[in-house]
Nanobody, 127 residues
Framework: VRLVESGGGSVQPGGSLRLACATS????????KAWFRQTPGKEREGVGS???????ILADSVKDRFTISQDDTKSTVYLQMDNLKSEDTAMYYC??????????????????????WGQGTQVTVSS
């Protein structure tokens, strides 16, 4: 399976960005997809996930500002980020839990459940 992120960039505080993750190469698209982010020297942090039914879960730190969605084919997942803050600056990664056809595993990058990752897209929030 291949995951390719896009949409990162630089934005001022309070601005918005929409990240996209295009998936391909797996036998179907009905598996859990998630977004993580990481800054240098820190562990990869879970941002949110969306299951095959479109039910999304977001981390407390972003749930009032970010939205996760997917297209009708479930091949592309989006992360809409509004009211961005400097602390949102990070490399954002898309991940897939290919064995999770219903529901999603906990948002932990180290639990071994997310078995496919994209290359990441940089988001920088600065004035």
């Amino acid at each position: 399976v291949r995951l390719v992120e896009s949409g990162g960039g630089s934005v001022q505080p309070g601005g918005s960005l929409r990240l996209a993750c295009a998936t391909s190469g797996y036998k179907h698209n009905s598996y859990c997809k998630a977004w993580f982010r990481q800054t240098p020297g820190k562990e990869r942090e879970g941002v949110g996930s969306i299951n095959s039914d479109g039910v999304a879960i977001l981390a407390d730190s972003v749930k009032d500002r970010f939205t996760i969605s997917q297209d009708d084919t479930k091949s592309t997942v989006y992360l809409q980020m509004d009211n961005l803050k400097s602390e949102d600056t990070a490399m954002y990664y898309c991940a897939a839990a290919l064995e999770w056809w219903l529901g999603c595993p906990p948002l932990l990058a180290t639990n071994g459940e997310y078995d496919a990752w994209g290359q990441g897209t940089q988001v920088t929030v600065s004035s």
